[in-house]
């Protein structure tokens, strides 16, 4: 039903900047999708990132990116973003996009409702060394 191909992650020194991509295909109209990022490391349970809202473009952080990373979407291109940067050593995990269907326009309500349901990308690793 939906398609998240995420693409730019790689190896970057700490304090350098890194900008993922989500490419989305879905038969339904990409803005209707509430998007977000999402991350782990190996042992660990996926934690959220970021949420942004269906068409508002409304934001919502983790606490552990807030001012480092931000996420935005384009949704004439099907594409979610997520720039990175003061990359630190222990922001190296697998990040992966998610998309839900649910039109929400509050960022922060994405963030919580992606947490639950949504489709998810294959994830690309970020390495961040010091």
């Known amino acids: 039903q939906v398609q998240l191909v995420e693409s730019g992650g790689g190896s970057v020194q700490a304090g350098g900047s890194l900008r993922l991509s989500c490419a989305v295909t879905s038969r339904y109209t990409y803005s209707r999708y509430c998007m977000g990022w999402f991350r782990q490391a190996p042992r660990n349970e996926r934690e959220g990132v970021a949420g942004i809202g269906s068409s508002t473009g409304s934001t919502y952080y983790a606490d552990s990116v807030k001012g480092r990373f931000t996420i935005s979407r384009d949704n004439a291109k099907n594409t979610l973003y997520l720039q990175m940067n003061s990359l630190k050593a222990e922001d190296t995990v697998m990040y992966y996009c998610?998309?839900?269907?649910?039109?929400?326009?509050?960022?922060?309500?994405?963030?919580?409702?992606?947490?639950?349901?949504?489709?998810w990308g294959q994830g690309t690793q970020v390495t961040v060394s010091s």
């Open positions: 998610k998309a839900d269907p649910g039109s929400y326009a509050s960022g922060a309500y994405c963030y919580t409702s992606l947490a639950k349901y949504g489709f």
